[in-house]
């Protein structure tokens, strides 16, 4: 018999309520592998994995509605529209009957859905499946949110617009867990950060943690209107203060 692969090994790992940990790592690190098992599409070969001090094998399926999922791969009803799915989970969240017309206006509202209420979801782009997606996890305030890579596929301008509607729902309460590739929206949005390698978790810590321990550099970003040849001042001053600066996309 061929040895498997194994893709969580040694995992031990503690999330405090309300707090939003971001998980990063390759493809292949074992990121999406722990959200399965967290929500019980994968089942476990050894360990345990409690929430709120219980066993996952111990829920039934009614104890996961105050867990939100948002898978990598959207599951969306293609032929149901953005309102129809919105209104469908807001019932199975609890939301009262009279209210849940001007609810799901709120949430499509902040996460600029409006203009698609009406759309099927097979005719949505990308992006805006992932919008839906996200916001199926967190509509009905859950107690904890999963969410693999929510803004995958994304514009930088829509995502920016997540990450505030992602901090907003963690302010209610929620706890967040989230994977990405990109450090850089871990580093502004993350409570805590780990970092998974093969398998394992390789660190986790805060950002200023991870940085002062394993980073080497420092990268400094300058914005400079262009035709004032501000640039010839500015690098000159950088250059004095760090002599060993790298220059990125310097215009010529």
Known sequence: RTRGTVAVHDLSLRIR????FWLLGTNGAGKTTTLQMIMKQVPLISGTININGKSINAFSDERFDGVGFCPQTNALLPNHTTKEMLMFYSRIRGVPKEEIKEYVGQ???LTRLTRFENTRCKQLSGGNKRKLSLT?????????AVLDEPSAGVDPAARKKLHRVINAVKLKG??????THHMGEAAKMGDRIGIMVQGRLGCVGTSGHLLSKYAEGYACTVSMIRGKNVEDKVLPLLRDMCPDLIVANHPN
């Open 17 to 20: 309520k309300k707090e939003c």
């Open 107 to 109: 949430w499509m509202h």
């Open 136 to 144: 199926i996890a967190i509509i009905g305030n859950p107690t904890l």
């Open 174 to 179: 929620t706890t967040i867990i989230l994977t």
